[in-house]
């Protein structure tokens, strides 16, 4: 059948490949939290504690979904709010404005909501990029953009745990989504002020990592520390299952980086290969301090899960922006870095007298705030030009060489990465030292403001001293690891078959049915 | 020479125990118990089925001492041990037959 025309579901602009890896992807960043992270902490804290770090983390993962796609998936990723430069998805850059105007026009994107059929199916758009359009439709950007967006208040779960109540979790995590990471989101990938400026952020160094880091040890310097005895004793309860959620975690980190640059392409493979370099480094480099440094000289395991989580945060704000040089210099300083200050800094002021139970503010925080810094140096140019082709208009892919595509274009991004290594030049330091200092600032103010109200909306956003005696019974009414034969079931009816139970059989009644004498 | 058993609320261990030190007892047995006593117990749901569970988690601590040690013993337990609230459990002594050192055979109070 010459010219007969076969229908596909789905649109020309649609790539069936970068769809497939977005969508994959996510789901490997979700299996980060769930149950990766949900996991990794409910096993590293006190027995006592397990059910409700799960509870939190289920019920976080779903708030945050609710309120993305009712309102702040558009406050990240949609059109600017304030008139500025993004208008629409298309982003038309200010010129000659000020750097308040222009900071402030471009500062958080409209909320609204993306449930419509056309919202869900209609091809992805974004003001972060404009120079070569998305294959796949809004949803698959929206459910990718969630899971990161998910996992941000879940990793500074781990700071404020062990003494927060389930109903200020509840009311902090949709309300921090919304004023903290919807407005970072904006400011550094959606288009606004600092994406414009040139500061990076491959898959969320600041905007995630930093950002919980921060968020995590001013709110718990607001709820104030665990019970006394619960810091005293504050050892995990299953180091196996630790060992399942970091994997899940690192593994899932494919996903996280892999999938940042929004093609199934030639960086997307560097950066999940960068990744695990990077983490890979941050293991061994944490593993020999510990061995050679620490007091007892001894290498420990839960030393590689927080050398781990060193190497993939800090390779996180740069994993598809350095070659692979570059990823083993982040994860080794992120963690030899990290390491002098979970030893050292966490004796001194403020550090020693917040309890951020979990650590979030070194291995995140710091890790982060490092790694973002780092990319000023070792950001390579290169990395942006390599794997770029282009598209005739039925939609192939016309075979490009490298070196004309880059002479015809000038490259396949609006933005470059410019190291300091590579092109000589700190201006690319300046631009991440300035969002990284806007980061802190925002995610400290803006926390600190939420966990005051919450504080008075609840009476105290803390349990009392009696029910933190107890932990997850008192606050649920379950324990992580239940004795079957204390418990008994209250109003249980009987049904057909049951027999007495064997305590109940007379004495000298020989044995029971079915049970043959031996 | 003297056992002296007390069962008390967990969180309570570090406290007895140093109290215990300072007294000048050399050494002490400890065991996860789970009690049942006048202290209620508690409720448990599981996937909308509630259980009753009337046992508490307890710690059980033993201490060996001598006869003319064992006032002071008990004494220190108690007061350390002590919260006000039901619940704080039990110390009791029993009298000790014999007891040996078991890697030098050393027998009676000096194998204590």
């Known amino acids: 059948m010459l010219g007969a025309v076969h229908n596909v579901p789905y649109p020309s602009w649609l790539n069936t490949g970068d769809n497939t890896w977005q969508l994959v992807a996510a789901t490997f960043v979700g299996l980060m939290s769930l149950p990766g992270l949900a996991v990794l902490y409910a096993s590293i804290v006190q027995k006592k504690w397990a059910v409700n770090v799960l509870a939190m983390m289920f019920a976080g993962f779903s708030l945050v979904l609710i309120a993305w796609v009712l309102w702040s998936y558009k406050m990240g990723f949609g059109a600017t709010s304030l008139g500025g430069g993004v208008h629409d998805g298309v982003q038309t850059q200010l010129t000659n404005v000020g750097w308040v105007k222009h900071f402030f026009e471009n500062f958080v994107g409209k909320p609204g909501q993306i449930l419509n059929a056309y919202n869900e199916q209609g091809p992805a758009v974004s003001a972060a990029n404009t120079a070569v359009p998305f294959h796949f439709p809004t949803t698959t950007l929206a459910y990718f953009q969630f899971v990161f967006a998910a996992i941000t208040p879940l990793l500074f779960l781990g700071s404020v745990l062990g003494r927060i109540k389930f109903s200020a979790w509840c009311l902090l995590v949709p309300l921090w989504s919304t004023f903290v990471y919807g407005v970072d989101a904006f400011l550094l990938w959606g288009g606004g002020y600092f994406a414009q400026e040139g500061s990076l952020d491959f898959s969320g160094g600041y905007v995630i990592h930093m950002s919980a880091g921060v968020s995590g040890f001013v709110a718990a310097w607001v709820l104030g520390p665990r019970l006394l005895r619960d810091r005293k004793n504050a050892i995990p309860n299953n180091l196996v299952m630790a060992a399942v959620g970091a994997g899940i975690l690192w593994l899932g980190w494919n996903g996280f980086n892999g999938g940042d640059p929004y093609y199934a392409g030639a960086d997307a493979a560097a950066a999940v290969v960068n990744t695990n370099l990077a983490t890979a480094c941050g293991v061994m480099v944490w593993v020999a301090m510990d061995a050679w440094f620490s007091k007892p000289r001894k290498p420990t395991f839960l030393g590689a899960v927080n050398g781990m989580i060193c190497g993939l945060v800090g390779i996180t704000p740069c994993a598809g922006f350095v070659n692979g040089w570059g990823a083993i210099a982040v994860g080794a300083i992120c963690s030899a870095v990290v390491w002098i200050a979970w030893n050292y800094l966490s004796k001194v002021r403020p550090f020693s007298k917040v309890d951020d139970a979990l650590g979030v503010i070194y291995t995140h925080g710091m890790a982060g705030f490092l790694g973002g810094m780092l990319l000023g140096i070792f950001g390579d140019p290169k990395t942006l030009e390599l794997g770029c082709g282009t598209l005739n208009s039925a939609g192939q892919v016309v075979s490009t060489t490298q070196s004309a595509f880059v002479q015809s274009h000038g490259g396949c991004s609006t933005f470059g990465v410019n190291g300091l290594m590579y092109t000589g030049s700190s201006h690319q330091l300046w631009e991440q030292f300035r969002a990284a200092i806007w980061v802190v600032f925002w995610s400290a103010l803006v926390t600190f403001i939420l966990m005051k109200l919450i504080g008075l909306v609840l009476r105290g956003a803390r349990y009392s001293d009696e029910i933190l005696e107890i932990g997850d019974l008192a606050i649920h009414d379950e324990e992580a690891f239940p004795e079957e034969t204390l418990a008994q079931r209250v109003g249980i009816s009987t049904m057909a078959g049951d027999t007495p139970s064997v305590t109940s059989r007379p004495p000298d009644s020989g044995p029971p049915p079915g049970v043959a004498d031996s | ?112």
């Open chain 2, 1 to 112: 020479m003297k056992l002296v058993v007390a069962v008390l609320k967990p969180f309570k261990l570090d406290e007895v125990k140093e109290a215990l030190k300072t007294a000048g007892v050399q050494g002490m047995t400890v065991t996860e118990a789970q009690g049942f006593g006048r202290q209620r117990g508690h409720t448990e749901v599981y996937r909308g089925a509630e259980y009753e569970v009337d046992f508490v988690p307890k710690i059980r601590v033993e201490i060996l001492v001598d006869d003319e040690q064992a006032a002071e013993v008990v004494d220190a337990v108690v007061a350390t041990a002590a919260t006000g609230k039901i619940g704080d459990g039990k110390v009791w002594v029993v009298p000790v037959d014999t007891v040996v050192r078991v890697r030098t055979g050393e027998r009676g109070s000096d194998a204590i």
